[in-house]
């Protein structure tokens, strides 16, 4: 058998040198480990550790001849305390040998005697095995209450972060909502002066003043003796053109006479 790891004062040493302290992450990691089978306690009296079947273990002591047995629990309740509990357990103290008196008469005999010391630390080492199994169904109560715990807040985190992403999303199609609202007032604004300048030109003092020569930059020097008000749309933009105004393309008649009249 190889070299066992052992635990002195809380510190376990691995046999190739390596050391960690009792009840941190990488002890537990390190006991789970399907290669990881027995180790040594060395403080007190000492006992020997061995992983059983189900992964849980056994903590073994020899006291005169006879070995002793403990329950110790799974990989993740092997901390210092529990390591410090069983090792209490199995310091089992060496009794002398009852003297046998001169006359027997109807006394027990020595192995009687014996079989029964043997039958009351048994049931004592029973007695420590179920409160220790009611320890550690009590701590994976807990382990499991507090995973579940764990799950629940995770998901509420989830739920909160998608809810803001939605909130989010939200917004920005009501922004987006809000822009082509502004949009469709704007061109259906632009649609209301082009229908309107459509039926001004429709209608027969239009036609008239279409029929007109357009008025020649000469004339519209002399801005006193020009009435706009007689222009139509067409010559009344022929002379803002002439005029160099800006935007005239997009006033409407009242407003070319208004600039015109000014310029």
């Not at 420590?128 to 209450?145: H, P, Q």
């Not at 007689?230 to 053109?241: D, N």
Request: charged share 35%; net charge positive.
């Amino acid at each position: 058998m190889g070299k066992l790891a052992t635990v002195r004062r809380g510190i376990a040493e691995l046999p190739n040198g390596t050391t960690m302290e009792v009840g941190l992450s990488q002890w537990f990691d390190w006991l789970q480990d399907p290669d990881t089978k027995s180790f040594r306690v060395e403080d007190g009296d000492g006992f020997t550790c061995r992983k059983e079947s189900g992964g849980f273990w056994y903590g073994y002591r020899k006291v005169e001849s006879k070995l002793h047995k403990r329950y110790l629990g799974k990989s993740v309740t092997l901390n210092l305390a529990r390591l410090t509990e069983i090792g209490d357990l199995l310091a089992i103290p060496t009794e002398p040998k009852p003297k046998l008196p001169s006359k027997m008469g109807n006394l027990p005999s020595q192995e009687l005697l014996t079989q029964l010391g043997n039958l009351e630390a048994e049931n004592a080492a029973l007695k420590a095995e179920l409160e220790a199994i009611k320890s550690e169904r009590g701590y994976l109560a807990d382990f499991k209450r507090i995973q579940k715990q764990t799950e629940l807040e995770e998901r509420n985190r989830e739920l909160t972060l998608k809810v803001g992403v939605e909130r989010k999303a939200k917004v920005e199609a009501q922004t987006e909502l809000e822009r082509l609202r502004r949009d469709y007032g704007i061109a259906k604004a632009q649609l209301y002066e082009a229908r309107c300048e459509l039926e001004e030109l429709k209608s027969p003092d239009t036609a008239d003043a279409m029929a007109t020569p357009l008025i020649t930059p000469v004339e519209l020097k002399s801005p006193d003796t020009i009435d706009y008000r007689t222009f139509g749309i067409r010559e009344l933009k022929a002379a803002a053109k002439a005029k160099r105004l800006k935007n005239y393309g997009t006033m409407n008649k009242a407003e070319l006479i208004r600039k015109l009249t000014k310029f």
